[in-house]
């Protein structure tokens, strides 16, 4: 089957199909069809479902031109993954944050139901492997919310857990031995906001990254609260956390439940939290899987290869 779309007249030719065709042969590797530039037109010839994902792909590429100026290889990849799923976000799916040049969109239906339970709920409990968007959509959200001034604060949480190391044998002050553990909370508030930005809200206290033992004794109004790595927390300072919700707050409790870096034997406070507080409206619960992996490739098939290599010596077991 062939296809041929006939671009917009204002689309910029090079822009839209990227360095030396990259953007074209992206999709032609991605979904096994061939596509040919050719007088202002573009031809997709291939199996017939993956010619008609092809073309709309083709669309969705020049809508995204067209509204942010630019295409760059990581928005092809975000489209590509959004058309294997199979969703196709709407304004109310969008996630605009400070950076002008980029909103946050979900990648699969999970991410799609995440992102309007954290907008419906006061309380949102997220769970699922790395690379699913968790912590991302959280803070995307927040900083939204800031935008729109429909919240004063946002306050961003980890327990400092040790994977297999002692924060007492690092080197320098408390803020230095705890800085690695919130370095994936910076990184994806430096993806949303100009750096300078970001400083300036961190100095005028309206965006606070903190360890989760910081949290003790406060009552947070008017702000969104996330606790990152809640897998890693106990019973008690999940039940610290939790009841930190103040009037006007959001709260959303990430973690993924199969990685905890708990001493052997203590449970973690996320899955107590989670089975004692499942009955109670307006509380959200999504259980994110290996389907809304949305980094780099290879980490699906880790996922999954570990999960394939846990199920084997279950049996055997």
Known sequence: MEIKIQLEADTPRAEL????????????????????ARDGNVLIDGEPADVRTGSELIERMQSRLSQRGQLHKTDVQELISQALNEIKPGKDDTIEVYSRKKAIEPFTKGQMNYIKAMYKNDLTFCTG?????????AVAVAVSMLKKKQIRKIVLARPAVEAGERLGFLPGDLAAKVNPYLRPLFDSLEDMMEFGQMQKFIEMDIIEVIPLAFMRGRTLNEAVVICDEAQNTSRSQMLMFLTRLGRGSKMIITGDITQTDLEPGQKSGLVEAIHTLRHIKN???????????????????????????????????
């Not at 990227?18 to 596509?35: E, F, I, Q």
């Not at 492997?129 to 959509?137: E, I, V």
Request: aromatic share 4%.
């Open 283 to 317: 509380i959200g619960l999504v259980e994110l899987d290996k389907l809304d992996i949305v980094r780099h490739s290879l980490v699906h098939q880790i996922v999954q290869a570990y999960d394939d290599k846990k199920q084997k010596e279950t049996r055997s077991s």
């Open 129 to 137: 492997p790395a690379g699913t968007g968790k912590t991302y959509l």
């Open 17 to 36: 199909f990227g360095p030396s065709d990259s953007h074209l042969r992206l999709l032609c590797d991605t979904l096994g069809v061939k596509v040919i």
